[in-house]
């Protein structure tokens, strides 16, 4: 079992930066691959990014692509999601999510085995 505990979200100005956490409880965190996924108002959830276990690959959305950055510290047991140069458009809650294994395609929320509870973000124009 992983918990996860996301932090970080709040209100911004377009054009700013923001830094989302995932904190992880429970076994072997380090085997787990990690995701971000986004729910805006009224949309499905969305995948943003995925980094494997040892944090030697990452997989982008192409809305993010050059904007957000996904890292993990094994040590600590988190991810983090930088986010610069943010757009009313990104506004939603982001979940951390995670599972086994990295895959050869765009992880879907059915696919990620535990997720946290999410936290808001919200980009004004």
């Known amino acids: 079992q992983v918990q996860l505990v996301e932090s970080g979200g709040g209100l911004v100005q377009a054009g700013g930066s923001l830094r989302l956490s995932c904190a992880a409880s429970g076994r072997s965190f380090s085997s787990y691959v990690m995701a971000w996924f986004r729910q805006a108002p009224g949309k499905e959830r969305e995948f943003v990014l995925s980094i494997s276990a040892a944090g030697d690959r990452i997989r982008y959305a192409d809305s993010v692509k050059g904007r957000f950055t996904i890292s993990r510290d094994n040590a600590k047991n988190t991810v983090y999601l930088q986010m610069n140069s943010l757009k009313p458009e990104d506004t939603a809650v982001y979940y951390c999510?995670?599972?086994?294994?990295?895959?050869?395609?765009?992880?879907?929320?059915?696919?990620?085995?535990?997720w946290g509870k999410g936290t808001l973000v919200t980009v004004s124009s």
């Open positions: 999510a995670a599972r086994t294994w990295f895959g050869i395609t765009t992880p879907t929320t059915s696919s990620m085995n535990y």
